[in-house]
C-alpha cells in the first residue's frame, strides 16, 4: 500500500518554463514533508521541506506547495534550467520528522529541454 | 561537507551467497539508514539506527540484518540472496532525526 504517491513517472518541459512536480498521500498523521533531487549514479540530495504547519516554503527558485486538507503537496521549480534534469522524490513523516522514518513515492523523472 | 560512501557501486553475486554492503560517515552523525530503491516503487527503508549497537527494523527488513559496532559505519548484510533482493541499496545518515539525510552513492546489487 503505497503511502506517498507521484502519479506522474515523467515530465519533460522547456528551459526556462515552470516545472510542476505532484504528491499525493495518504496518511493524515504525515507533518512532514522533503524533496530529494537524484542524479544518475549518485545518491538522492535534499532539496526543500515543508512542515505541515506551513502551507508554502520557499528557496529560490525552489517552492513547495502544501494542501492538507487534499494530502498533496507540489514542488514548483521556475524558472527550469537543464541542469535540474533528474529524478525527483518526495517523502513524508510523522512526528514533525522526529521518527527519523521516511516513506518516499515512486520518483519522477523530470527532463528540462534547452 | 558531509560525506556518505559506499564500499562498493557494483556488485554481482550468486543465490544463497552471503553479501556484506558497508557504508561510512564521516561527519559523527547518530543515525544511519538503509534503504533500496527499485521501480516504481520509490526508496524503502530496511534498517536504521540512531546509536552504536542500536537497530530498528524499517518497512521490509525480511531477508536483512545490520550491524553497527563502530559510529561511523553501518553495514547491510543479505544472509543468503535471492534474485528478489537484485536492487540499488543506499545508505544515508543524518545528525538528528529531523533533519534531512545525506545519501552515499549507492551499490548496484545483482543477485544471479
Known amino acids: 500500500d503505497q503511502q506517498v504517491k507521484q502519479n506522474s513517472p515523467s515530465l519533460s518541459v522547456q528551459e526556462g518554463r515552470i516545472s510542476i512536480l505532484n504528491c499525493d498521500y495518504t496518511?493524515?498523521?504525515?507533518?512532514?514533508f522533503l524533496w530529494y533531487k537524484k542524479y544518475p549514479a549518485e545518491g538522492p540530495t535534499f532539496l526543500i521541506s515543508?512542515?505541515?504547519?506551513?502551507d508554502k516554503n520557499e528557496d529560490g527558485r525552489f517552492t513547495v506547495f502544501l494542501n492538507k486538507s487534499a494530502k498533496h503537496l507540489s514542488l514548483h521549480i521556475v524558472p527550469s534550467q537543464p541542469g535540474d534534469s533528474a529524478v525527483y522524490f518526495c517523502?513524508?513523516?510523522?512526528?514533525?520528522?522526529?521518527?527519523?522514518?521516511?516513506?518516499f513515492g515512486q520518483g519522477t523523472t523530470l527532463q528540462v529541454k534547452p | 561537507d558531509v560525506k556518505v560512501t559506499q564500499s562498493s557501486r557494483y556488485l554481482v553475486k550468486r543465490t544463497g551467497e552471503k553479501v556484506f554492503l558497508e557504508c561510512v560517515q564521516d561527519?559523527?552523525?547518530?543515525?544511519m539508514f538503509w534503504y533500496r530503491q527499485d521501480p516504481g516503487l520509490g526508496l524503502r527503508l530496511i534498517y536504521f539506527?540512531?546509536?552504536?549497537?542500536?537497530?530498528e527494523k524499517g518497512d521490509i527488513p525480511e531477508g536483512y540484518s545490520v550491524s553497527r559496532e563502530k559510529k561511523e559505519r553501518f553495514s547491510l548484510i543479505l544472509e543468503s540472496a535471492s534474485t528478489n533482493q537484485t536492487s540499488m541499496y543506499l545508505c544515508?545518515?543524518?545528525?538528528?532525526?529531523?533533519?534531512?539525510?545525506?545519501f552515499g552513492p549507492g551499490t548496484r546489487l545483482t543477485v544471479l
Open positions: 544515508a545518515s543524518t545528525e538528528s532525526l529531523a533533519n534531512e539525510q545525506f
Open positions: 496518511n493524515s498523521m504525515f507533518d512532514y
Open positions: 515543508i512542515s505541515s504547519i506551513k
Open positions: 517523502a513524508a513523516s510523522e512526528g514533525s520528522g522526529n521518527t527519523g522514518k521516511l516513506i
Open positions: 561527519m559523527d552523525h547518530e543515525n
Open positions: 539506527s540512531y546509536d552504536v549497537k542500536m537497530k
